[in-house]
């Protein structure tokens, strides 16, 4: 699947602005965004559901932008499951083959597969009202592998399962998917989500691509401040400082800044590289704002002027709301961006940190 300078404008108002995105055969792609970022508009225009105001839509060789959502060769997965509730869990799996004219033996045949597939061989005559949530989800998963379509589209599929469901669906969606070969294109906001199901993840913000990569290689080397700031939970630290001549200038830290740092510059470390210390051993000091436990670590939360920086500190860390404290910083781990475009700084050798 593939598009080339996709665009679809409400007016003057740019809801997706040139977004161009290749996708190989049985890849998993995540669109990742907050809400308002373009990716749902996206996937409706790769569903047919929505016109681009210009650009090209390709699912295979075909190009798709005049051809109706129904001859797209295309299957979708919606947040709320799209389910028939007068229907049995067999109808509902087989609705798109009856729709296409498939034999009743044939078509019986294909649902019981795929039900098997979803393991829901057992609930065939239940109607969707008397399923738990997570079997509603993989009653639509089940729909949609039915036809073995070309492409798989996906609208934040799990945001309606609770937490411990959601965990478990993730882990089934992603075996399914690779089992399948299905290319597939899946819209969220959870960072989570796209860490854990994609081979890439495409970020968005304000209709327009602003990183596409393997998941780690986004975390690990955000492209900009936007990124950076999205993608991590907690998100990244991002403390914006003044540098003249390899100096850090009015800032409440002290850092040795590589070559080629100059004027306005925004630090960014994760939670994770960052260590407590005494405050005279550390880049800044400041007080503890709040410390939460998160089971496996704490959260330890530092008011350093008007900035509050997060550090995961081990579970067994003592602090108390108010105490000072120092922050410690990895210098293999630091991310400068420029802080008018928001850009990442090459450092060396044209090369980010």
Not at 33 to 54: E, N, V, W
Not at 85 to 103: E, Q, R, S
Not at 204 to 218: A, E, Y
């Amino acid at each position: 699947m593939t598009l080339s300078s996709v665009s679809k404008f409400w007016g003057a108002f740019a809801a997706v602005d040139d977004v161009s995105l290749d996708m190989a055969d049985g890849e998993f792609v995540v669109l990742l965004g907050p809400s308002g970022c373009g990716k749902s508009t996206t996937m409706r225009m790769i569903a047919g559901l929505d016109d681009p105001t210009s650009g090209e839509i390709r699912i295979g060789e075909r190009v798709v932008n005049d051809v109706p959502p129904g001859e797209r060769d295309l299957a979708m997965v919606f947040q709320n499951y799209g389910l028939y509730p007068h229907m049995t869990v067999a109808d509902n799996i087989g609705y798109p083959l009856k729709v296409a004219g498939v034999p009743r033996d044939e078509r019986m045949r294909r649902v019981r597969a795929a039900a098997e597939r979803v393991e829901l061989g057992e609930y065939l005559d239940r109607r969707p009202s008397q399923l738990s949530g997570g079997q509603r989800q993989r009653v639509a998963l089940g729909r949609a592998i039915v036809r073995t379509p070309k492409l798989f589209l996906m609208d934040e599929p799990l945001s309606n399962l609770d937490a411990k469901l959601r965990v478990y669906m993730r882990a089934e969606l992603k075996h399914l998917q690779r089992e399948l070969g299905t290319t597939t294109v899946y819209v969220t906001h959870d960072q989570v989500e796209a860490m854990t199901l994609a081979d890439r993840v495409a970020v968005m913000s304000k209709g327009k691509l602003q990183q596409v990569g393997r998941p780690l290689d986004i975390y690990n080397r955000p492209s900009n401040v936007f990124v950076a700031g999205f993608l991590g939970n907690p998100p990244m630290n991002l403390i914006t400082i003044h540098v003249t001549g390899g100096r850090v200038e009015g800032a409440h830290l002290t850092l040795d800044v590589p070559a080629g740092v100059n004027g306005s510059v925004t630090v960014g470390q994760r939670p994770e590289d960052m260590r407590l210390d005494a405050p005279d051993r550390a880049n800044m000091a400041g007080e503890v704002y709040t410390t939460e436990l998160l089971g496996d670590s704490a959260l330890v939360t530092v008011k350093i002027g008007k900035d509050l920086i997060s550090v995961k500190a081990d579970k067994e860390v003592e602090t108390r709301m108010g105490e000072q404290v120092g922050i410690r910083l990895d210098p293999k781990h630091l991310h400068f961006f420029d802080t008018a475009s928001g850009k990442r700084i090459d450092v060396a050798n044209g090369a980010a940190p």
